[in-house]
């Protein structure tokens, strides 16, 4: 891949990156991070509503909802599909709103030290507004996202019409079909809570990841213990992680947790009882009403109680392939 770190210049090489709107873009994006976390990335761990809030209120978050609302204007006939299985607006999701801008700020951050070409793995991508928004900020980067629904061809055939520098494929995550070292940064968005084997799947994104490169992960944590990745789980998979990749924040496995049960984090009850109920997932349908009230119950829209955890590590401990599937 041949990346030089770059120690002359805060942007990336490409000559598309000089544009007037492409600064104004960076500085605002860069000042809405100092805000929230007094540094260029946002804060590692379990988000505060506190600093939740005061994210919606910066330059980064603007800049991200503009774009992901211009999206979803634009692509709503690409995206009808998708949108009747999941949503057409992922942007404005109770963790999303935190967990994009996190990603984006690591991204930010890594992108600025290198010249060159960045190859990006999206896995587990869905079909959203982020690719596209990362490759409309750093000209540079070529994202490929993957996931497991044969579906989504459709959707990002009818997109990439009109995009360039993202690709999709299908793939498994705990089988990824690339070489070893392929790609300098790799995110991975609320999805290992709804996989079976994490294990597997953190060993193929140490495989697939160059060293050094960057990972970045975010999952939902189970407060009422109804969901896969509970309090207990989250322990161990964070101790998983660190035994292949190495924190690129300055939180240990313990301190990400260390807020888990506190009341002034942002969950999904929160969400609910002080927030914008729009903003979560769950909705009643008429197939469950219907079943609920052939069986005497009372329709009640699901609800489940959850936090969600952010953190980027390094891949700086490259592991054997057989113990990466043990």
């Known amino acids: 891949m041949n990346q030089q770190k770059n120690h002359n210049t805060n942007k990336p090489s490409s000559d598309d990156t000089t544009s007037n709107s492409y600064k104004r873009l960076r500085k605002s994006v860069r000042l809405g991070c100092e805000y929230v976390a007094g540094s260029e990335v946002l804060l590692e761990g379990i988000p505060s509503i506190e600093v939740y809030k005061k994210l919606l209120k910066t330059g980064l978050f603007t800049e991200m909802e503009a774009f992901s609302n211009a999206f979803v204007t634009k692509y709503a006939k690409a995206m009808k599909g998708y949108s009747n299985r999941w ?16 990603v984006f700020s690591y991204i930010q951050k890594f992108v600025s030290e290198y010249s060159g070409r960045l190859k990006v793995l999206d896995a587990g991508s869905g079909c959203t507004f982020f690719p596209y928004y990362i490759t409309h900020v750093f000209p540079n980067c070529q994202i490929y996202c993957i996931d497991n629904d044969m579906s989504l061809f459709s959707n990002f055939k009818k997109i990439n019409k ?124 008429w197939g469950s009403m219907c079943s609920k009230l052939v069986n005497l119950q009372i329709p009640q829209t699901p609800f489940f109680d959850l936090t969600v955890l952010c953190n980027a590590w390094q891949n700086s401990r490259k592991i054997t392939n057989s113990l990466a599937h043990i």
């Open 162 to 285: 009109t995009q360039e520098r993202v690709e999709f494929s299908l793939n498994d995550l705990s089988l990824l079909k690339y070489e070893n070292d392929s790609f300098d940064i790799l995110y991975c968005i609320s999805v290992l809570e709804h996989t079976e084997n994490p294990r597997k799947i953190i060993g193929e994104f140490n495989r697939v990841l160059r060293k050094d490169g960057l990972l970045i992960l975010t999952f939902d944590i189970s407060l009422d213990n109804r969901s896969q990745i509970t309090i207990e789980k989250a322990s161990k998979l964070l101790e998983l992680i660190d035994k292949q990749f190495q924190s690129a924040t300055a939180s240990t496995s313990e301190e990400l947790l260390r807020d888990v049960n506190s009341k002034n984090i942002l969950t999904t009850t929160y969400t609910r009882d002080f927030g914008d109920k729009k903003l979560l997932p769950w909705r009643l349908t």
């Open 87 to 102: 949503t057409a607006d992922s942007f404005h999701l109770w963790s999303r709103e935190w967990e994009y801008p996190f």
